[in-house]
């Protein structure tokens, strides 16, 4: 005599549509102390409105942008500090918006794992809110995607995607020349860039991520590496609105070599003095554990400038920066090269120096 089978459910195979409800209604307090001038509506729509005449633009161009945080999720996960990945998250575009001269308008994510475990998918989801409400943008909505058998057990990933404006007249960069001078603003640490590296130094060293950082031994390891990244909204748009800003990079993977020629012209080349900065501690511990050589350490990380900023006026600039609190330093110039028709290059006049980490 057969059986009657039980009726099968998308929670049967893995898929909790009420933790999904719960995780929205969890977050939705952290979204709405992002709401900015232009916002429409809430979460839980189809889609997000954003209104750029109540923003305040007469003639804009949009800028778009999406990027993840790479394998610093290893670390987040297996040292179960989801608080401030979101941070990096929101870095990570909207660092990329303010150096095409926009504004950073709105937010969205997306939030991937085999089973969502609504507590620590919401400290991502909080610190995604924190990171927007920083940087003066709107988290309007995103996806929260349950893949059963897609992901290991505990583990996620995360995607973002960002929309800034521009006055069409006000994009960057703009008018670099030889003579323009080269500020760079600090780096927290080792952003969101290069952590396969990292993760195997670590791993060939056996240190634990709740041990000492060797580089911070007031910190654990794990504590240090997931210093977020920094947001440079405030700094970057005060100097464009100054009319003080010819171009800035965004110091990403690829470090200075691969992302601050992204922004000059042909014919001229950046002459950076690595002695004009004390690279962060971490970097020295890297290059040292690794070992790695000086010039993959900067092709990999941003080594201690998070943001380059390309400026003629240096005395107002380094007026309105101090007024701001942020620190800086003049790291080099931008000189012509042997032919006008030349890419535009990078070279070092002095090497940065990755000497003892302690």
Not at 87 to 116: R, S
Not at 138 to 161: Q, R
Not at 168 to 193: E, F, Q, T, W, Y
Not at 263 to 269: E, I, T
């Amino acid at each position: 005599m057969s059986s009657i089978p039980e009726t099968a459910s998308y929670r049967g195979s893995g898929v909790d549509i009420a933790a999904g409800d719960a995780l929205v209604e969890a977050i939705k307090p952290a979204a709405k102390a992002t709401d900015r001038p232009g916002t429409m509506g809430g979460l839980g729509g189809f889609g997000a409105l954003f209104d750029l005449k109540a923003a305040g633009f007469l003639d804009p161009v949009l800028v778009s942008a999406t990027d993840g945080v790479g394998t610093k999720l290893m670390l987040a996960i297996e040292s179960g500090r989801h608080e401030t990945v979101g941070i990096d998250l929101v870095a990570m575009c909207v660092n990329d918006l303010v150096v095409q001269g926009a504004e950073p308008l709105f937010f969205l994510d997306y939030f991937a794992t085999g089973k969502l475990a609504i507590e620590d998918a919401a400290k991502v989801v909080r610190g995604i809110a924190e990171g927007c409400r920083l940087s003066g943008c709107a988290l309007v909505g995103g996806e929260t995607a349950e893949m059963p058998g897609m992901y290991a057990p505990g583990h996620y990933d995360l995607a973002g995607f960002s929309v800034g404006a521009a006055e069409r007249d006000a994009l960057l960069p703009k008018r670099i020349a030889p003579g323009d001078i080269i500020l760079g603003l600090p780096s927290s640490g080792v952003h969101s860039n290069g952590f396969s590296l990292v993760r195997s130094i670590v791993a060939a060293t056996g240190l634990a991520w709740d041990a000492p950082a060797p580089f911070a031994p007031m910190m654990s390891l794990a504590e240090a590496l997931m210093t977020p990244t920094r947001l440079y909204v405030s700094q970057v748009l005060a100097l464009h609105r100054a009319g003080l800003l010819r171009g800035a990079a965004h110091i990403t993977g690829g470090g200075l070599p691969g992302n601050l020629p992204r922004v000059l012209p042909d014919g001229v080349v950046a002459v950076l003095d690595g002695s004009a900065w004390t690279v962060p501690p971490v970097f020295p511990w890297l290059a040292q554990a690794g070992p790695v050589e000086p010039e993959e350490m900067l092709r990999v990380f941003n080594c201690g400038i998070g943001m380059a900023l390309v400026v003629s006026n240096v005395a107002s600039a380094s007026a309105l920066l101090a007024e701001l609190g942020e620190a800086f330093v003049m790291i080099g110039r931008i000189e012509a090269a042997p032919s006008p028709d030349a890419p535009a290059s990078l070279r070092f006049s002095y090497m940065p120096s990755f000497g003892p980490a302690l």
